[in-house]
C-alpha cells in the first residue's frame, strides 16, 4: 500500500501492522461493469489507453457518479466524463 504510511486514514497498531479505515465500500455492479466493457474501445480509439486496473476504477466512478480522488490525475483525465480531484496537492 504505497503511500499509506502518511495517510491520516491509516492507523498504526503497537505491533507495526498498517491497518486502513474503511468508512464504506460500494459495490461493483451491472452498470460499472457496461461501463468497463466499454472503456478499452473509447481509450484505445482516442489513443489514450490507461491500465486494465485503472479503468476498473474510473468505470466504478463514473457508474456512482462520484468523485475520483487520486494522486494520478494524468492518467484518469484520458477518461472522459469522470470527475477528478486530488488531495495531495
Known sequence: LKGTESNAACLSS???ELHLRV???LSFGVEATRIYGELP???ER???PIGPLDQMIAAHALSENTV???NNIREFQR???VMLENWAT
Open 79 to 81: 477518461v472522459e466524463g
Open 68 to 70: 475520483l480522488v487520486t
Open 14 to 16: 503497537p505491533d507495526g
Open 41 to 43: 474501445t473509447r481509450l
Open 46 to 48: 482516442s489513443g489514450k
Open 23 to 25: 468508512e464504506s465500500a
